[in-house]
C-alpha cells in the first residue's frame, strides 16, 4: 500500500526553480509509462529552453520577462508530464511519440518572448500578442536543426497555438483527433500550471507589467488586474477548462492516485486555494492589498519596478 505524501512532498509539487529536480521528476513519471523511452530528443530540447531563458543560446538574449519566466515553463511541463501520465493511465495510452511531442510544445509554448540580438529594447513582453506564433517559427527551426521528424510539425504548431488563451481552440486546425487531445493536454497544462502556482497571486503583479508594456489589457493598476482575474478564471474554467478543453484537468487525479495512492487532485485544490484567497484580497483598497503578499519577495520586486 503506497504511503500518503507528506505535507513538504506536496509543496515540493509546485516547487519548480530547479531545472534538473524538474527533469529528474519528469524522467521518472515518463519511465513509468514508457519503461524503454528514448529522452535524448526531449533533452535537447529542455537543454535549449534552459539556454534561451539564461542567455546562452547563440543569437538570442537572456529572456527577461519577470511572469513568463523559467520557473513557469518547468511548472507548465511538469504538470504537462503529470496531466500526460493521468490520461495515460486513465485508460487512454499515449505512444511514445505522442508523450515526446506533448513535452516539447510544453517546453517551447512560451519561446516566443526571447529576443534575437538587435531586438533586444523591453523586456521581450511587447511579443504578448503574437509571442505563440514567434514560438512556432523557433520550433520549425528546432525541428530542422536537430533532425527531428518533419512531420512533427504539423501537430506541434497547433498543439502550441492551442496556449494562446487570447484565441479559440475550436478553430484551430488539428490533422487528427489525437494531435487534438495532445493540444488539449498542453493547453489545460498551461492554465492549470501557472494557476495553482504557490506564488501566481504575487507573480499577476509581474503580469501586470508584462500587460502594460504590450499595451493590453487597459488594466488601471495592479489591483485592477487581480480583481479582473477572478473573473477570468471563473470565464476560463468555464469555457476553456471545463468547455474546450473538456475537464481534462480531472486526469490529474489518476496521476496522484497512481504516485501517492490518493484521489486527489492537489494542482486543483492549490488553484482553488489562490482562488479562495484572491477574493479576500480583491475585497482590500489600493494601500492594503500589497500586505497580503508575502511570497518568494515578489512584492518588494514589483515595488521597485512600478513605484
Known amino acids: 500500500m503506497k504511503r500518503l505524501p507528506t505535507s513538504s512532498e506536496i509543496y515540493s509539487l509546485f ?38 531563458f539564461r542567455g546562452e543560446y ?24 503529470r496531466l500526460a501520465h493521468g490520461v495515460h493511465t486513465s485508460g487512454t495510452p499515449l505512444a ?15 519561446i516566443g518572448y526571447a529576443q534575437l540580438h538587435g531586438e533586444d529594447t523591453g523586456t521581450g513582453a511587447q511579443y504578448t500578442r503574437d509571442h505563440v506564433r514567434r ?13 527531428f521528424p518533419l512531420a512533427w510539425a504539423a501537430s506541434l504548431e497547433p498543439m502550441m497555438l492551442s496556449t494562446d488563451h487570447m484565441g479559440e481552440f475550436q478553430k484551430i486546425n488539428f490533422p487528427d483527433e489525437r494531435a487534438r487531445l495532445l493540444g488539449q493536454i498542453v493547453a489545460t497544462a498551461d492554465l492549470v500550471g501557472q494557476m495553482s502556482d504557490r506564488t501566481y497571486l504575487e507573480k499577476l503583479l509581474f503580469l501586470y507589467m508584462e500587460f502594460k508594456e504590450a499595451h493590453l489589457g487597459n488594466y488601471q493598476s495592479m489591483l485592477d ?7 477570468f478564471y471563473e470565464v476560463t474554467r ?20 497512481d504516485y501517492f495512492g490518493v484521489e486527489r487532485n492537489y494542482y486543483l485544490e492549490s488553484l482553488e486555494k489562490n482562488m479562495d484567497y484572491l477574493s479576500h484580497v480583491t475585497q482590500l483598497d489600493e494601500a492594503e492589498f500589497l500586505s497580503m503578499f508575502k511570497r518568494g519577495g515578489i512584492v518588494e520586486k514589483a515595488k521597485i519596478l512600478v513605484l
Open 135 to 147: 514560438g512556432v517559427e523557433f520550433m520549425q527551426n528546432h525541428l530542422v536543426k536537430w533532425h
Open 15 to 52: 516547487a519548480n526553480d530547479n531545472p534538473d529536480e524538474v527533469w529528474a521528476k519528469a524522467v521518472d513519471i515518463v519511465g513509468s509509462m514508457s519503461p524503454a523511452y528514448d529522452f535524448s530528443l526531449v533533452l535537447i530540447t529542455f537543454d535549449d529552453v534552459i539556454r534561451l
Open 96 to 110: 511514445d511519440d505522442e508523450i515526446t511531442r506533448i513535452m516539447l510544445a510544453a517546453l517551447m509554448h512560451d
Open 58 to 81: 547563440p543569437g538570442y538574449c537572456a529572456i527577461k520577462t519577470m511572469y513568463h519566466d523559467l520557473p513557469h515553463t518547468l511548472s507548465v511541463f511538469l504538470c504537462a508530464v
Open 238 to 257: 468555464q469555457k476553456k477548462l471545463d468547455g474546450e478543453l473538456e475537464g481534462l484537468y480531472t486526469k490529474l487525479t489518476f496521476h496522484f492516485k
Open 225 to 231: 488586474l487581480l480583481r479582473k482575474t477572478k473573473v
